[in-house]
């Protein structure tokens, strides 16, 4: 083991050299710092309090490449605790190399240097070897935020710090000033198993304690500043995937509040120096927070939560439930007499089934032709209406890619649909929303069945926290439609069933838009079977009241579309939607994950009551090809695998191929029976139970 080094005198000055680093002349050098620093170094940070910079020290006949970090001069009192307990530029060196001892990334300490007069500390440095292209962990996250808002860098950024942080703390070292920028990165494409090394700086106040408990993990992790669903997931990295031991969650949240409370009183302790740090940040770029941070993740092709249910609420507007209280009041009672006419309606009108099934598919480039040639082995010779997404997060580039594609399906004779997803740069940045738009419109408005506009209104992951910001996003359609007044809109395009927002949002639908129909992405909700209730809603009830909502704001068509459903498959990780962007190894709970047999039954049911019933004009399914909700697993690049449910829908399609939905038949309770005519063959009826997939005979 390294022995504890010693102070050493030079005159009036007194060094600690790390192993290796007493060499003739080098005291001499660190005591002339106060002079190379002034003619030769280059700030690393905004001078403050204390300053740091990078400084190349001669050293035996050569040239030190450092850092050297200079303390600003402290009160009498402060210098008296310094005399006792070691002053920062000990406590740094000290702790950097137990740190480094313990293998825990920090830069390499080379030396303290210090000059006392009587028992005031008039200079104190510490010296440590430069490292290369550091960023830091505040720094990377504002840039993953405004300029790469991805979640795999974003969960493997995490991952690598969490790792480390739990390496600091296994050592026996609580940092107890472990901010964002505090925590350097360096990026190591070869480190496994993240392409990060962690090093961690401003060691002065760290403290060694052997074998931390919770609380002391918890309360020393307080100052990471990340959004609240964020910092929950790297607790639960941190905990190698389980959930934080007690005590640990109830002292991170108390040293956070104190730390909160200490940052807001900062300009009252200090104003003038916040003052200056203020003027010196003004026209820096502003790190996104709040609202504003949006990730989207690929493998489960969603937007992820920032933040937990309860943060979440704090920042929604009280506006969004005065819509929703204002359109009960305004259109409670016509949309409930609608929905129970529409109600006894079920099952009472013929449905022709050609062209009720839809399809989405994922417009990406290096998988486009597998997804043509499983399509063409889904549909036989009828073709699928398609729909395709535009992303706003994506370029232009992606966007005409995605065009060309939907023109060369229409040519082939299929319908196409396009829909336009937001994310929250689509609010902030407005002029590329309304060029992707209007891109849209302009090359797709001759062929597009309908547009599609905005995604998953009612959830605030997706962009829109204040439903008034949806009246935004259809600015620019509202001048597309002018140009191209042939072409038809659908939407607000909510999510699950949550009849108070979309209440909420027709209230705050602009009037001079003419939507053509209502469409919705109408999940069971985490109910299981789509015969099963929510509150008093099956999947036929809640299709009756969205189509009741329809008529009464007098859409075009009042028959909904649905946009997108399906079920989360179980064992597929974080390519689930229901398990990104991080899945924990403790058991789920109201999990609504199904098995692939599942998946199949439920899916041609959903089919089969949604549009037999009358009240839906159209369901795509989303999607073809997915490892975690697809017909079709695509885990396997070089092997794709069609699930049962690819098979499942591949028999409904040729069975009711030209078919017309005519009745519903007498069943016992438990058991569905649905009639079709076809012609110039035999009726054929669809059955099943509450435990079987549908069989036709």
Request: with cysteine; hydrophobic share 40%; glycine share 6%.
């Amino acid at each position: 083991m390294t022995p504890d080094p010693s102070w050493q005198s030079h005159g009036p000055w007194r060094f600690l050299f790390a192993p290796g680093w007493n060499r003739p002349g080098f005291g001499e050098t660190l005591s002339q710092l106060s002079f190379l620093i002034q003619k030769n170094a280059a700030p690393l940070v905004p001078p403050g309090r204390h300053r740091v910079d990078r400084l190349a020290l001669p050293c035996g006949g050569e040239s030190l490449d450092a850092v050297v970090k200079t303390y600003g001069l402290q009160p009498a009192w402060r210098d008296r605790l310094a005399a006792e307990r070691g002053s920062k530029a000990e406590r740094a060196f000290r702790n950097a190399l137990a740190l480094r001892a313990a293998g825990v990334g920090t830069p390499a300490p080379i030396a303290a240097a210090e000059r006392w007069e009587g028992p005031r500390l008039l200079e104190s440095r510490f010296v440590a070897a430069f490292v290369p292209d550091l960023t830091n962990f505040r720094d990377e996250l504002a840039r993953l935020y405004s300029r790469a808002p991805r979640c795999a860098p974003l969960m493997d950024l995490l991952l690598c710090v969490a790792g480390a942080a739990r390496s600091l703390h296994d050592a026996g070292v609580l940092h107890r000033d472990l901010g964002n920028q505090n925590i350097a990165l360096q990026r190591d494409p070869g480190h496994f198993p993240t392409p990060w090394k962690i090093l961690f700086l401003d060691l002065n106040r760290a403290r060694l304690v052997e074998n931390p408990s919770p609380a002391e993990r918890g309360a020393d992790l307080a100052r990471l500043d990340l959004p609240s669903d964020f910092r929950r997931v790297f607790h639960a990295m941190y905990f190698h995937g389980h959930s934080p031991p007690p005590g640990f969650t109830e002292a991170e949240q108390k040293a956070r509040a104190a730390f909160d409370r200490h940052t807001a009183l900062r300009p009252f302790r200090h104003p003038f120096r916040e003052a200056r740090i203020r003027r010196a940040e003004a026209g820096a770029e502003r790190t996104l927070r709040g609202r504003d941070i949006w990730i989207w993740d690929d493998r489960s092709a969603q937007a992820i939560p920032a933040y937990t249910a309860r943060d979440r609420r704090k920042l929604l507007p009280a506006s969004n439930v005065v819509a929703s209280l204002r359109h009960a009041a305004k259109k409670g009672l016509s949309i409930r007499r609608a929905y129970r006419h529409f109600l006894r309606q079920s099952f009472q009108t013929p449905v022709p089934f050609d062209g009720a099934i839809g399809m989405t598919l994922d417009a990406e480039p290096s998988t486009w032709s597998l997804q043509l040639d499983f399509l063409a082995r889904l549909q036989g010779a009828k073709k699928l209406p398609l729909l395709l997404r535009l992303y706003h997060h994506q370029n232009p580039d992606a966007w005409h890619w995605t065009l060309d594609q939907a023109l060369h399906l229409h040519r082939k004779g299929h319908s196409v649909a396009l829909a336009l997803v937001q994310d929250r740069r689509a609010l902030r940045e407005p002029k590329g929303w309304r060029q992707m738009v209007t891109l849209a419109f302009d090359r797709a408005h001759t062929f597009a069945d309908f547009f599609e506009i905005g995604h998953a209104i009612n959830r605030s992951k997706w962009g829109v926290w204040d439903f008034r910001e949806y009246a935004r996003l259809l600015d620019p359609v509202r001048s597309s439609l002018i140009q191209y007044p042939e072409a038809k809109i659908t939407g607000p395009a909510c999510i699950d069933f949550e009849p108070h927002a979309l209440g909420a949002l027709l209230e705050l639908l602009p009037r001079d838009l003419p939507f053509h129909a209502l469409s919705h992405h109408l999940y069971v909700d985490r109910r299981g079977a789509p015969e099963n209730f929510q509150g008093p809603f099956d999947t036929v009830g809640k299709c009756a009241l969205l189509r009741a909502c329809a008529r009464t704001h007098g859409f075009a068509d009042d028959r909904i579309l649905v946009s997108e459903v399906n079920w989360p498959l179980l064992g597929t990780g974080v390519w689930s939607p229901v398990n990104s962007p991080y899945e924990t190894l403790d058991p789920r709970t109201n999990d609504p994950s199904v098995d692939e047999d599942t998946y199949a039954a439920f899916m041609a049911r959903y089919l089969l009551l949604a549009l037999a019933s009358g009240h839906a004009s159209r369901v795509y399914w989303w999607r073809l090809a997915a490892r975690g909700f697809g017909l079709v697993d695509d885990s396997d690049p070089a092997a794709w695998r069609p699930r049962p449910a690819f098979a499942a829908l591949q028999t409904l399609l040729q069975k009711l191929a030209g078919a017309t939905f005519s009745k519903k038949l007498e069943t016992p309770p438990g058991e569905f029976a649905l009639e079709f005519s076809r012609p110039a063959a035999p009726p054929l009826t669809a059955r099943w139970t509450l435990e079987t997939p549908p069989a036709y005979s």
